[in-house]
Nanobody, 128 residues
């Protein structure tokens, strides 16, 4: 069983930056390379949507809404996934979730259904 714990959320002004972390625990990995992982977010009154994705082969992709402003990365030694967010906008306000699955995720990396493991979320609030 994979356990995910997010941290790093908070309140910032528009234009600011935050770095979210997702600690991965609960199994004996051969490294994070076993996992495809992603950051999803759910804003007030909105459906959960994918923001950033990294598959087990290390390929990264981003939703159009965050492309150029966020970077997904991972530290395999620390078993931690990160999301660096810059130039934050009010519309980035959401509860951000880390998600994971064993194996590849293509071609459905951007959907919620392929990911059986989820964290509890960390709140990001951007004031305009």
């Amino acid at each position: 069983q994979v356990q995910l714990v997010e941290s790093g959320g908070g309140s910032v002004q528009a234009g600011g930056s935050l770095r979210l972390s997702c600690a991965v625990a609960g199994y004996r990995p051969s490294g994070l390379s076993e996992l495809s992982m992603a950051w999803f977010r759910q804003g007030p009154g909105k459906e959960r949507e994918g923001s950033a994705f990294i598959d087990k082969y290390g390929a990264r992709s981003y939703a159009d809404s965050v492309e150029g402003r966020v970077t997904i990365s991972q530290d395999t030694a620390k078993s931690t996934l990160y999301l660096q967010m810059n130039s934050l906008k009010h519309e980035d306000t959401a509860l951000y979730y880390c998600a994971a699955r064993f194996g590849p995720c293509a071609p459905v990396c951007r959907r919620t259904e392929p990911y059986p493991f989820w964290g509890q979320g960390t709140q990001v609030t951007v004031s305009s």
